[in-house]
């Protein structure tokens, strides 16, 4: 079997990005909207927001089906190698 060459760390990146795109475009244009705005609310930090918004974003991650995400990216980190570690 041929072997793969090395991808550069920001391939692997725009790769990782059309995948979450691809299961970001699976949910309703309604949850978009609303997990983007909690999202910008919170701006990163879930203490910003309230309880039901939480939930609300748990609701809407659980549809976004990690581990379809997660099998698609595998090959992608394998691909990426062992660099070099400081």
């Not at 790769?15 to 999202?39: N, S």
């Not at 995400?69 to 990426?80: C, D, M, Q, T």
């Amino acid at each position: 079997m041929p072997r793969l060459p090395k991808l550069t760390p920001w391939i692997a990146a725009l790769q990782a990005g059309f995948i979450a795109r691809e299961h970001f475009q699976k949910l309703t244009p309604a949850d978009r909207v609303l997990l983007k705005d909690l999202v910008t609310k919170s701006r990163g930090l879930p203490r910003n927001l309230t309880a039901n918004e939480k939930a609300e974003v748990r609701r809407i991650v659980g549809e976004l089906d990690a581990k379809g995400a997660v099998w698609k990216l595998a090959p992608v980190g394998k691909r990426l190698g062992k660099g070099r570690r400081r």
